[in-house]
Structures are given as C-alpha cells and as structure tokens.
C-alpha cells in the first residue's frame, strides 16, 4: 500500500503565493509521473501540472508562468509554488502518483486527500 499526503493548502489573498508539498510512501520500488490536479467547486477535477522522474515537466495553459512544479525524487516528494495567485485558481488540489509497487511491479496510480486553496481577498 501506498500513502499520498498533501500538505500547504490555505487562504491567500490576490496576487499572493503558497507552496504545495506532497510525500508519497509505503511500497514503493520506483515513481513516475508525480502531479497536481484541481477541483473548482462544482466543476471537474483538471490537471494543474505534472513532471517525470527526469524532471519534464507539463502546465495547464492557464497556470503557465504563475506555477512551477518540482520534485525531490530521494523523498519521493513533489511541490507547487504557485505565485500571483488569482480568485479562479481556488479549488481543492489533489496531488497524484503513478507508483510501481515494490514486490508486485504494477504500475499503480494513487491520489492524496486534497488540500483546499483559497484565494479571496
């Protein structure tokens, strides 16, 4: 079994930055693709930003330039720095791993609980 736990989530005002860490472990021979999702309330959940283990790196169109997505691959750990933060980026943000078990070898994709980020003046 695999644990995904977010952490950084708040409220911040216009304009502000928060980072979001997330740490996956548990069984875990190797990582993927580590990313972040978002759930506006009442909308879908959309990709906000994923990187590979060798650090390539894919943004929503709208989060280019304001995000930046980063991962410590001996911690099994990724981060969001989210800068100039506007009202339309508040949602609950999911953070998702594509694990490859230790023992079994599947390649398995896990989600964490989410954190809510608020952006509000």
């Known amino acids: 079994q695999v644990q995904v736990v977010e952490s950084g989530g708040g409220l911040v005002q216009p304009g502000g930055s928060l980072r979001l860490s997330c740490a996956a472990s548990g069984s875990i021979f190797s990582i993927n693709r580590m990313g972040w999702y978002r759930q506006p309330p009442g909308k879908q959940r959309r990709l906000v930003a994923d990187i590979t283990s060798g650090g390539i790196t894919n943004y929503a169109e709208s989060v280019k330039g304001r995000f930046t997505i980063s991962r410590d691959n001996a911690n099994n750990t990724v981060y969001l720095q989210m800068n100039s933060l506007k009202p339309e980026d508040t949602a609950v943000y999911y953070c998702?791993?594509?694990?490859?078990?230790?023992?079994?070898?599947?390649?398995?994709?896990?989600w964490g609980q989410g954190t809510q980020v608020t952006v509000s003046s």
């Open positions: 998702t791993t594509r694990v490859v078990e230790r023992g079994s070898y599947r390649l398995l994709r896990y």
